[in-house]
């Protein structure tokens, strides 16, 4: 177990570093320019462009907080693949997601992999007030991560109702999902699933995809195999009915892993909806 854990764990081991030694990208200013806000004297520079807090749990802190928990903040890039923690790894630090896609998994006794969520950025990466991962958490894609530590967090928490809140409403969204994915994989023909899971990519990765008129394009962060594991279908399966939606008009394949959907209220009524 210890050999596979190099990812969250390599976190931890990392030195806390100054504020300062992060240094912004002409990206990161554009973006920054862009989200002014009357708390922005206050907040650090780090945080400002950040779509953790503007969209994430770190919106529920003041700017004191937000100075307090960026003296102990270290980022971190993963290749797509690598494993970030075990099951039952013992985890000292959390992380907002900043950039890709991270899986969580459990596995059987003989092996065998079953994905049971994705995580998206700016989603909370672990578990309040718990002392290991319960999940193996490996990155879909090439991930960014802003960690932090345990006990750091775990103060702010106590000192705030808001991320309180705001932690509650991902661990509820999360258990909604799970419910849905309970429906999509019990009840739900195979083009449906694939319909599902396709749906599901579009409104995570673009959480404003689904106001949005015309052509909404995007990676698939998984590959073939994995998305079979997710669904519960086989790999010949999932590959047959993307075909079936190519030709019914519901999506586009731009190539192996990039997808169009012309009509994005098209393809969510062929989640639910099975026209043989």
């Not at 030195?15 to 862009?34: E, H, Y």
Request: include cysteine; glycine fraction near 6%.
């Amino acid at each position: 177990m210890q050999g596979v854990a190099s990812g969250l764990q390599s976190i931890c081991d990392f030195r806390v570093l100054p504020v300062a030694s992060f240094i912004m990208t002409s990206d990161d200013q554009q973006t920054s320019s862009k989200r002014l806000d009357i708390h922005n004297s206050d907040v650090p520079v780090l945080c400002r462009s950040c779509e953790a807090r503007h969209r994430g749990i770190c919106g529920a802190l003041t700017p004191k907080q937000l100075i307090e928990l960026s003296k102990h903040t270290l980022k971190h890039s993963f290749e797509a693949e690598k494993q970030l923690a075990t099951d039952g790894e013992k985890l000292d630090r959390y992380s907002n997601i900043l950039r890709g896609v991270v899986k969580l998994s459990k596995l059987t006794a003989d092996g065998r992999q079953q994905i049971v969520g994705l995580q998206f950025a700016p989603d909370f990466l672990g578990r309040p007030f718990s002392l290991q991962s319960e999940v193996e958490i490996q990155s879909a894609t090439d991930v960014k991560v802003c960690s932090f530590p345990r006990t750091v967090l775990d103060k702010l928490i106590k000192e705030s109702p808001e991320l309180e809140h705001r932690l509650h409403q991902q661990a509820l969204k999360e258990l909604d999902e799970a419910r849905n994915w309970m429906l999509t994989l019990g009840r739900k023909s195979a083009r449906e699933k694939v319909a599902s899971f396709l749906y599901y990519i579009a409104i995570h990765i673009d959480p404003e995809a689904h106001e949005k008129s015309g052509v909404v394009q995007f990676e698939i962060p998984l590959t073939r195999s994995d998305i079979a594991d997710f669904l519960g279908l086989t790999i010949e399966t999932v590959s047959r009915h993307f075909t079936k939606l190519r030709q019914v008009g519901a999506i586009n394949l731009v190539n192996n892993r990039n997808i169009e959907i012309p009509d994005l209220n098209r393809l969510l009524d062929l989640t639910e909806i099975d026209r043989g």
